[in-house]
């Protein structure tokens, strides 16, 4: 079980820049794929993006190609999620997630088994 706790959240004003952290507790960390998913009030979780366990693969959702990136130090045990030309339907609790059984990545929630408690990214016009 991996623990994960996200922080970077906020107000910013359209346009802006806000980067997300995921520190995670377990030590083999680099075992874990990694995820980032939103919900805005009264939508169903949405992915976000992924990454794969070294790194070297990611995926996005077609909103945010091109204007997020994610990233991973194993190192330090962290994912991030650098959100750039951030829009107003941005705005949504963001949440990391860890998946240590596919073998691909993927854009489902039930494929991840462990979950932060989310931070909140808010984005005025």
């Known amino acids: 079980q991996v623990q994960l706790v996200e922080s970077g959240g906020g107000l910013v004003q359209a346009g802006g820049s806000l980067r997300l952290s995921c520190a995670a507790s377990?030590?083999?960390?680099?075992?874990?794929?990694m995820g980032w998913f939103r919900q805005a009030p009264g939508k169903e979780r949405e992915f976000v993006a992924a990454?794969?366990?070294?790194?070297?693969?990611?995926y996005y959702a077609d909103s945010v190609r091109g204007r997020f990136t994610i990233s991973r130090d194993n190192a330090k045990g962290t994912v991030y999620l650098q959100m750039n030309s951030l829009k107003p339907e941005d705005t949504a609790v963001y949440y990391c997630a860890a998946d240590g059984d596919s073998l691909v990545l993927t854009t489902f929630s039930f494929a991840y088994e462990d979950w932060g408690q989310g931070t909140q990214v808010t984005v005025s016009s």
């Open positions: 377990a030590r083999t960390f680099s075992n874990y794929a």
């Open positions: 990454i794969s366990w070294s790194g070297s693969d990611a």
